[in-house]
Structure formats: structure tokens, C-alpha cells
């Protein structure tokens, strides 16, 4: 396994998306085409499945030196009320372009620290939402907390508004490894919160658990593991920390490369903390996800439903995933779209009554089957391709998989590709064989993290 991580540990995309955000065609997009195409799939799509939301609540008040998301830092809660009145104004440029009312299926609050924003803003923020929908039959409602700042009220609040599942960010419970990526937080901490949340009746707990982050050894991983499994959530992420220094606004700082796991020590600590996730219990659903045999991902995973968007892995689909809020995506299926960046350029525009898109990518044919068959590779491990309805470099990419089959990552039975157990580790690059729009323009300059 050592030699087959070394061998195919290079950088490469996490496909919440195909095409993947760098190579979105910005000369095919434009807002109003954004538009019609969001028009095309609620009509198509909203009576049977309904739709997703994802809200992005940005502000954080301190900045963890390891985390790649869009985030604002500031103490000053008074910026909750603004933004969250830009959320619902943005929501109703978008019920404009609906024919009926919609059917919420989906709903996830990510961030930044949607905790960040008190129990009553909350309230006010989902039930200005709820009252333009119908809220499906067993609706899927999300939210990630920080465990320094969920409150109890927060958790029932969010309960009793539907919400039956929540993400805390644990990262790492050794002190050197907290101090190094600004992020102190007690196990007593965790703890408490993920108790609270058992009480109230969540069914979906999960931890977000980081490897390869700074001073990290594979004994405070092993110890975060076992503290982990004191507390058995229903699920947990597995995430390989990823270092993206040079992407804008990220503030990956306070310690040096130098500081990071070697490459060895990383592949260690993946391979070990699979290894005792495993016998403690825990199933790889998808590519760093983990659950329990009980839990609705692992349920989805064997009955093939689960689907992977840019919320991570879920266990239902919709066509139409609106992102509401500064730097969200939304996809249509046919589009992808992600807002303006920034606090005030977001309100700015909303403002004036423009859903603020500022790029995206619009899909042609080639890539709505490439995205088809990456997706089946991602959520269930294996995918056929119709030669008659391919593009021309299907037999090339097949060629290519050749040596992953000779390392049985793979197997392939004519037009079918299958991942094997040992594959799974490698599933992004399996993915990346048929990623046209990459393997047609190479990057010259790192743009990703590295698949392992
Ligand atoms: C928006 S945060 C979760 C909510 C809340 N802000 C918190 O930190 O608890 C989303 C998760 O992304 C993961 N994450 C952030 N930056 C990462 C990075 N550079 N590499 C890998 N995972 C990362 C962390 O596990 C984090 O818990
Ligand atoms: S890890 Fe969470 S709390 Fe920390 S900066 Fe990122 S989004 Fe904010």
C-alpha cells in the first residue's frame, strides 16, 4: 500500500463538481443564462425531487490558521441582522423566477460558523425561508457547528425548526496541534455539545476529524480517534488537510511547511486512522466519509442512492441546489454558479436586486456525461460508459487505467469500471482519468491539494 500511495499521491480535485471550479468556462456564462437555466430545472424537477438550499454564514470569531473555506472574521455581532436580511432578499430574487411554490427538501447552513449567529437570528433567517415552501416529506435539514459557541438553545432551536443532523468541527484534540492552527477546544467541550445534541433527539451527529495538519503524530491521532469514539457520533469526516497557501483570503499561517507531516507521516496517519475507524466500527461510505451501520449515508450507500454535491455526500438527490449568501454554489445540473466573495460586494448587489453570481460554468453535452460518470465513480465505486454516446478520448482514458487495474485498483469488464476495495483510497484518481477538461489543458501551477 506504501508504494501505491507514493505512486499516486498527486494533486488533484476533491469533483464536488464537474467540470471543477478552476475550469469552469467563464465565456460561457452569464447571469441571465444562470437564470434560464435555474428556470429549466425547478420545472423540471421541483414537483417530484424539490430542491436544496445551502445558506453560507461566513463569520467566524477567530481565524483557525489551517482552514481553507470562505470565511470573515470579526467579534461584532452586529453584523448578523444585515447579512441575514441580504440571505432573505437574495432568496426572493430567485422565488421571482419560480412558477410554483417550492418544495425544500434539502437544507444545509454551512460556514463559516453558522453558530456564529444567535438562536433568535437563526429563527428568523429559516423561518423567512419557510414560509415562501413546502417543506418536503422527510426533509433533510443540516447545519455545522462549532462546538465553542453551540449552545444548547442553539441546538433545539434548529430542532424544532426540522433539523436533525449537525457537524462539529473537532480537527485534532492535542494541545501542540490546537495551538499551531489557532483552534483551542476541550474534549469536555465536544463532549457537552454532542450530548446535548443526542438528548434533544439529533439522529445525524458527525465530527470532522482533519489528518496531516501541523505537529501532528500519529499518537495524538490516535488519541483523538479513541476520544472520538467515547462519544460514538453517527458519522464522521476524515478530511486530509489540505494546503492551499496561495489561494486568496484563506490565512493558512502560524506555522511552517516544515511543521506539516512528511509525506510518509501523512500516509501513516490515513492508514492507521482508517485501519482503527474501521475496527472500531465504522464503514467508508464515500471518499473521507465514515458511518455507522445504522446511519442514512451507509443506508444510501447500499441501496445506490447516495449522491455528492458541493455539501459533501448526501443521501438524497435534488436537480436544483440554490446557494444562497457570499461565495455560495449553486448548481442546476446544466450550470454551476458561486457568488461574489465578499461581504459587502454580496450585499452590495443584492442590494440592487441582482442575484449575485459573478461566475460560473454553463455544462454542454461532453460534460454532462463526464460529470454523470464521475459522480457514479464517487458515490458508488463504479460506472459503464456507453461507447456510442462517449468522446473521443474514451479509449485513451481506458489505456490509462490499465496500470490501476495492474495494481488492482480497479476492474474493468469491458465498458465497466469497478473500484475495488483496496481502490477506494484512490477513487479522485480514478475520477481523474476521465476529466476531460483537464487532462485537454494540464495546470502549470498547483491548483489542488493532493488526492491523498
Ligand atoms: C466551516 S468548518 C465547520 C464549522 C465551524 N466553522 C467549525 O470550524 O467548527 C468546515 C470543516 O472544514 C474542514 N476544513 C477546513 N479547512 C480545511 C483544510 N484546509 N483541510 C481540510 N479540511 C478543512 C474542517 O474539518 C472544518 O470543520
Ligand atoms: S475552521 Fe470553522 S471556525 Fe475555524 S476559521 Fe474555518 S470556518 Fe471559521
Known amino acids: 500500500m506504501n508504494s501505491l500511495i507514493d505512486k499516486y499521491n498527486i494533486p488533484g480535485p476533491r469533483y464536488t463538481s464537474y467540470p471543477t471550479v ?3 468556462d467563464e465565456n460561457s456564462f452569464t447571469p441571465e443564462l444562470w437564470k434560464q437555466s435555474v428556470i429549466r430545472t425547478f420545472k423540471e424537477s421541483n414537483a417530484e425531487e424539490g430542491i436544496s438550499i445551502y445558506i453560507h454564514l461566513p463569520f467566524c ?3 483557525c490558521t489551517f482552514c481553507a473555506c470562505h470565511k470573515r472574521i470579526t467579534k461584532q455581532h ?15 430574487l430567485y422565488l421571482k423566477l419560480f412558477n410554483e411554490k417550492p418544495k425544500l427538501k434539502e437544507l444545509h447552513l454551512g460556514g463559516g460558523t453558522p453558530t456564529f449567529f444567535s438562536p433568535k437570528n437563526l429563527k428568523t433567517l429559516l423561518e423567512g425561508i419557510f414560509e ?41 484534540y492535542d494541545p501542540k496541534v490546537q495551538k499551531a492552527i489557532n483552534r483551542i ?8 455539545v454532542t450530548e446535548w445534541a443526542k438528548e434533544i433527539g439529533y439522529r445525524g451527529i458527525s465530527h470532522d476529524l482533519v489528518f496531516g495538519l501541523p505537529h501532528q503524530t500519529w499518537e495524538a491521532m490516535e488519541s483523538t480517534i479513541r476520544k472520538t469514539m467515547e462519544l460514538k457520533p453517527d458519522r464522521l469526516a476524515f478530511y486530509s488537510y489540505a494546503h492551499v497557501p496561495w489561494v486568496k483570503g484563506v490565512g493558512q499561517r502560524g506555522f511552517d511547511e516544515n511543521d506539516l507531516p512528511s509525506g510518509e507521516e501523512k500516509r501513516r496517519l490515513y492508514e492507521d486512522g482508517k485501519k482503527l475507524l474501521e475496527e472500531l466500527g465504522y464503514i467508508e461510505v464515500g471518499m473521507d466519509h465514515f458511518s455507522l451501520e445504522h446511519d442514512d449515508l451507509y443506508q444510501s450507500l447500499i441501496q445506490k442512492k447516495l449522491h455528492r454535491n458541493f455539501m459533501g455526500y448526501t443521501s438524497s438527490k435534488t436537480q436544483l441546489m440554490v446557494g444562497l449568501g457570499m461565495s455560495a454554489i449553486s448548481d442546476s445540473w446544466y450550470a454551476f454558479a458561486q457568488n461574489i466573495k465578499t461581504v459587502e460586494e454580496y450585499q452590495k448587489m443584492v442590494e440592487e436586486e441582482e442575484i449575485p453570481v459573478v461566475k460560473g460554468h454553463i455544462l454542454n453535452d461532453e460534460d454532462l456525461t463526464v460529470r454523470r460518470h464521475i459522480l457514479n465513480l464517487m458515490c458508488q465505486l463504479e460506472t459503464t460508459f456507453d461507447i456510442h454516446n462517449s468522446f473521443p478520448e474514451l479509449e485513451n482514458a481506458f489505456e490509462m487505467l ?14 465497466h469500471i469497478q473500484i475495488t476495495e483496496k481502490g477506494r483510497a484512490f477513487t479522485r484518481n480514478v475520477a481523474m482519468v476521465f476529466d476531460l477538461r483537464m487532462m485537454r489543458n494540464k495546470p502549470e501551477t498547483r491548483i489542488f491539494s493532493m488526492t491523498i
Open 132 to 172: 415562501t415552501v413546502e417543506i418536503a416529506e422527510h426533509q433533510e435539514f443540516s447545519f455545522e457547528g462549532h462546538p465553542n459557541n453551540t449552545t444548547k438553545e442553539h441546538l433545539q432551536t434548529l430542532y424544532d425548526l426540522g433539523f436533525r443532523r449537525v457537524s462539529f468541527g473537532v480537527q485534532d
Open 61 to 63: 470569531e477567530a481565524l
Open 185 to 192: 477546544q476541550s474534549f469536555e467541550k465536544v463532549r457537552e
Open 22 to 24: 478552476p475550469y469552469w
Open 78 to 92: 452586529s453584523v448578523e441582522i444585515p447579512y441575514l436580511e441580504s440571505v432573505l432578499k437574495e432568496w426572493q
Open 402 to 415: 490499465k496500470e490501476m487495474e495492474n495494481d488492482e485498483l480497479v476492474e474493468i469488464n469491458g465498458h
